[in-house]
């Protein structure tokens, strides 16, 4: 049996995580040289490795579903660019550009960035509906636990994210408890659900 660290890891998930670290480090080097376009295409690449890499942990290593999780991520990163793009111009209107743009310019972007975000609720919707019927996840429970857990569908990841801010660590306090006992804390439980049937 792998050795539990104090952190909830093991030695081999700890080595696994140093790896991306060392790699993650050599892309930055490598893009400082590169043109924009260039990093757009490693960014992607590297996203495409980090995601294939953790369906694979996750057990799902159907090529076909991992190519068509990551073509989803891809479109999905593209469609939010406009979004993104508005939501850096609020950023800049409440930051150090607060004096050169006034109110009525605020409400303008945020009546944008709105519908913005309501246009992308929209589009993500439909685009998970395409993807299940490219990999059936709203019949496979593990499947769909992964994809909504990791945010590649829904929002309940960003939802359920700790906020560091107000000094939570839920999550890792959890998985260090679950490592150390080999049982949830006290206060939770599995769902209780009947066994399945043949």
């Not at 757009?40 to 290593?61: E, P, S, V, Y």
């Amino acid at each position: 049996m792998a050795q539990e660290s104090t952190s909830g890891r093991t030695e081999s998930e700890k080595q696994e995580i140093q790896a991306l670290l060392q790699q993650s480090q050599q892309a930055a080097l490598e893009m400082m040289d590169m043109t924009p376009e260039q990093q757009t295409q490693r960014m992607q690449k590297l996203q495409d490795d980090g995601l294939q890499a953790m369906l694979i942990r996750a057990g799902f290593d159907d090529p076909e579903l991992i190519q068509a999780v990551q073509n989803f991520q891809a479109e999905r990163v593209q469609s939010r660019q406009p979004l993104r793009v508005t939501s850096t111009l609020i950023y800049l209107a409440n930051g150090n550009q607060r004096d050169k743009i006034s109110d009525a310019q605020v409400e303008a972007l945020l009546k944008r960035y709105e519908a913005e975000v309501e246009a992308q609720r929209v589009g993500e919707k439909q685009a998970a509906d395409d993807l299940n019927a490219k990999i059936g996840w709203s019949t496979r429970p593990r499947l769909k636990a992964w994809l909504l857990r990791a945010g590649v569908i829904g929002d309940a990841a960003w939802l359920a994210r700790s906020n560091l801010a107000a000094g939570t660590n839920t999550e890792l306090e959890i998985v260090q408890f679950w490592n150390a006992n080999q049982k949830l804390p006290p206060g939770l439980a599995w769902p209780d659900v009947a066994p399945p049937t043949d």
